[in-house]
């Protein structure tokens, strides 16, 4: 019997990282961070605690494949994606951006999803920092608190445990 594909979507600002527009002072370095410039501006990409080690567990034991969807522009999404999933031999299989969210009401946006993928609503979960995203399929979403940055975060770990439910 073959199984189907199971799917996360990742959301990114709030969610897997943080971007400021300053560079952090050394008593906040105590986390993955880097210095990031894309057009015309610069800043500082802080990466949440414990991304890695939820993307490697989702991928390697759960089996799940990624997308991303953000409402940021595309230059900035492909870059943080690129970076969340440096050196990781697994990259999501769609990435959606400002580009795709004029093409369709962002709280409808699983919808769209689950059309363009052709499997139901059962093969995915949603990670995001915003229950408004997902109004359609608020089962189907694994709220996680904003993240501001700082490194005193356990949100993915507890993400972890709640996908084993």
């Given at each position: 019997?073959?199984?189907?594909?199971?799917?996360i979507?990742?959301d990114?600002?709030?969610t897997?990282?943080?971007?400021t527009?300053?560079h952090?002072?050394?008593?906040n370095?105590s986390?993955?961070?880097i210095?990031?410039?894309?057009?015309?501006?610069?800043?500082?990409?802080?990466f949440r605690?414990?991304?890695?080690?939820?993307?490697?567990?989702?991928h390697?034991?759960?089996?799940?494949?990624?997308i991303v969807?953000?409402?940021?522009?595309?230059?900035?999404?492909?870059?943080v994606?690129?970076?969340?999933?440096?050196?990781?031999?697994?990259?999501?299989?769609?990435?959606?951006?400002?580009?795709?969210?004029?093409i369709?009401t962002?709280?409808?946006?699983l919808?769209?999803?689950?059309?363009?993928?052709?499997?139901t609503?059962?093969?995915?979960?949603?990670?995001?920092?915003s229950?408004?995203?997902?109004?359609?399929h608020?089962?189907?979403?694994l709220?996680?608190?904003?993240?501001?940055?700082?490194?005193?975060?356990?949100?993915?770990?507890?993400?972890?445990?709640l996908?084993?439910?």
């Amino acid at each position: 019997m073959e199984m189907s594909l199971k799917y996360i979507v990742l959301d990114l600002d709030g969610t897997l990282v943080h971007h400021t527009n300053f560079h952090p002072h050394k008593s906040n370095e105590s986390y993955e961070h880097i210095i990031l410039s894309y057009k015309d501006k610069s800043g500082c990409l802080h990466f949440r605690p414990h991304y890695k080690e939820l993307l490697i567990w989702c991928h390697d034991v759960m089996r799940y494949e990624f997308i991303v969807f953000s409402s940021a522009s595309e230059d900035y999404v492909t870059r943080v994606t690129d970076l969340l999933f440096k050196d990781l031999n697994f990259y999501p299989v769609h990435v959606f951006d400002s580009r795709h969210i004029n093409i369709i009401t962002y709280n409808k946006q699983l919808n769209w999803i689950i059309e363009l993928l052709g499997v139901t609503k059962n093969d995915i979960v949603c990670i995001d920092d915003s229950k408004d995203n997902y109004q359609d399929h608020k089962d189907r979403i694994l709220l996680i608190e904003e993240w501001d940055g700082y490194s005193q975060d356990n949100e993915l770990i507890t993400i972890r445990n709640l996908l084993l439910i």
